[in-house]
Structures are given as structure tokens and as C-alpha cells.
């Protein structure tokens, strides 16, 4: 089992659970429709091949996204086995924090992938690429991948920024960003 993560891909995953604490909690509603409850918010680490948890740990009004995400993935790195192919863990958009791509690089034997946020900047940044910046890959779907280091980062060494475009023509292009902690092949 020693390579059994090698090469694995692993989601975070945050998710709300139904909570029956006496304490006074913000109520959610699970869906439109639905009444509000009281839910606890649980950040999963998830095997993304099989779906099953690795690990979790539970956020508060007191604890962030961040802090939360940095205990999961301090457990996971004591569970899983030390490979030579560092795991990817892949998350939401909402773990897009220079803190926690800091804390990935310089603390955890895995990479990170988030999705950027579609800002107006990244949508000017995509569309002032040159054509020759992409690769096809096939019909409708081409990448570009660039060093990206954000603001308030304590690393040196950039990260990756990749860009996906789809569309045929530059008119009906559509751009999505993605940055990881290390260059990686951006097509799998």
C-alpha cells in the first residue's frame, strides 16, 4: 500500500451537516424550499477516485477556512504514505487563499489546485494572451500555462497559473484559471 496515493487525486471538500448543538448557530437553508436549520460546517479530505473520506475536521465561527484546511491536511500527511509523486489535492474555489497555497508548498508533501476567481482582471489578463500561448488539445479546448505569483505570498519560486479557453472562435472564447502549487501536466 506504500504507492497506494501515488499519483491520486484528493478532494477538499467542505460540507455542511445537519448539527443538534444547544448553541446559538447560524441557520441554514439545505436547499431552496426547505426550512433553515442548524448545520455544522465539516471540511472533508476525500480519496477522489473511490469518494471516501480520509480525514476531516470541523470549522466554527471562530476558526476559518484556512486554519481548518491546513488541520486536514496536517492529518492526511500523517496517514497517508510519503510517495515520490506528490498527491494532488483539488478544491473549490473558496480555498483560493495565498495563506493556505503558502502553507501547501511549504508544509505538506502534496499539491494544490484551485480554481481562480472570475475576476474582470483575469477575464483582460486571458484575452491579452497571444494565440501562441495555448496548446489544443482538441477541438474547442486549448491551455496556457504561466508562473503566477500572487500578492502577499512568503515563497520566492512562482506557482502555476494554467488557463483554459474553450470556444472555436475568439468571439464566443470563455476563459477559466486555475492556479497550482507546482507545474503539472494541465490536461489530465
Given at each position: 500500500?506504500?504507492?497506494?496515493?501515488?499519483?491520486?487525486?484528493?478532494?477538499?471538500?467542505?460540507?455542511?451537516?445537519?448539527?443538534?448543538?444547544?448553541?446559538?448557530?447560524?441557520?441554514?437553508?439545505?436547499?431552496?424550499?426547505?426550512?433553515?436549520?442548524?448545520?455544522?460546517?465539516?471540511?472533508?479530505?476525500?480519496?477522489?477516485?473511490?469518494?471516501?473520506?480520509?480525514?476531516?475536521?470541523?470549522?466554527?465561527?471562530?476558526?476559518?477556512?484556512?486554519?481548518a484546511t491546513q488541520e486536514v491536511l496536517s492529518l492526511a500527511?500523517?496517514?497517508?504514505?510519503?510517495?515520490?509523486?506528490?498527491?494532488?489535492?483539488?478544491?473549490?474555489?473558496?480555498?483560493?487563499?495565498?495563506?493556505?497555497?503558502?502553507?501547501?508548498?511549504?508544509?505538506?508533501?502534496?499539491?494544490?489546485?484551485?480554481?481562480?476567481?472570475?475576476?474582470?482582471?483575469?477575464?483582460?489578463?486571458?484575452?491579452?494572451?497571444?494565440?501562441?500561448?495555448?496548446?489544443?488539445?482538441?477541438?474547442?479546448?486549448?491551455?496556457?500555462?504561466?508562473?503566477?505569483?500572487?500578492?502577499?505570498?512568503?515563497?520566492?519560486?512562482?506557482?502555476?497559473?494554467?488557463?483554459?479557453?474553450?470556444?472555436?472562435?475568439?468571439?464566443?472564447?470563455?476563459?477559466?484559471?486555475?492556479?497550482?502549487?507546482?507545474?503539472?501536466?494541465?490536461?489530465?
Amino acid at each position: 500500500a506504500s504507492g497506494h496515493f501515488a499519483g491520486r487525486i484528493l478532494a477538499l471538500d467542505p460540507h455542511r451537516l445537519v448539527s443538534f448543538s444547544k448553541r446559538d448557530m447560524i441557520r441554514r437553508r439545505p436547499a431552496p424550499g426547505q426550512a433553515p436549520i442548524k448545520q455544522a460546517q465539516t471540511f472533508f479530505l476525500l480519496d477522489a477516485q473511490t469518494g471516501q473520506p480520509l480525514t476531516l475536521a470541523n470549522g466554527s465561527s471562530a476558526r476559518g477556512l484556512t486554519p481548518a484546511t491546513q488541520e486536514v491536511l496536517s492529518l492526511a500527511s500523517q496517514i497517508l504514505p510519503a510517495t515520490a509523486e506528490r498527491p494532488l489535492l483539488v478544491a473549490d474555489v473558496e480555498h483560493f487563499t495565498v495563506q493556505l497555497l503558502d502553507h501547501v508548498r511549504q508544509n505538506t508533501p502534496f499539491d494544490l489546485l484551485v480554481p481562480l476567481r472570475q475576476t474582470a482582471a483575469l477575464e483582460r489578463h486571458c484575452r491579452t494572451l497571444p494565440e501562441s500561448a495555448f496548446t489544443r488539445h482538441w477541438a474547442g479546448f486549448a491551455t496556457a500555462t504561466e508562473p503566477f505569483l500572487p500578492r502577499r505570498t512568503t515563497v520566492s519560486e512562482p506557482y502555476c497559473r494554467s488557463i483554459q479557453r474553450t470556444g472555436e472562435r475568439p468571439e464566443s472564447y470563455h476563459f477559466k484559471g486555475f492556479c497550482c502549487t507546482r507545474s503539472r501536466p494541465e490536461v489530465p
